[in-house]
């Protein structure tokens, strides 16, 4: 299947896709949104128990950004064959 390289967005049906670029925007926000949270949260963590959650949320952060990339890479691949 050849990919042309158009302005218009892909769809499955009637339903819109969102474009690589949509979703890294996406992904860097929600990365230094986790980031920020981290650092306040343990900048301000007087216990143990807030700390080890604002050290998850970035853990999970992180995890989510490298998956999506992925994700990302993988479809990129099935879209140029």
Known sequence: MQCLKTKETPRVGSKRLAT???????IVLVTIVGVL??????????SV???????LFGVCGLIA??????LIEE????IKE
């Open 49 to 55: 128990e807030r700390y080890a959650l604002a050290l």
């Open 65 to 70: 950004f490298l998956g999506s990339t992925m």
């Open 20 to 26: 690589q670029k949509e979703i890294r925007r996406l």
């Open 75 to 78: 479809t990129g691949k099935e």
């Open 37 to 46: 949270f981290e650092g306040i949260t343990g900048y301000f963590a007087h």
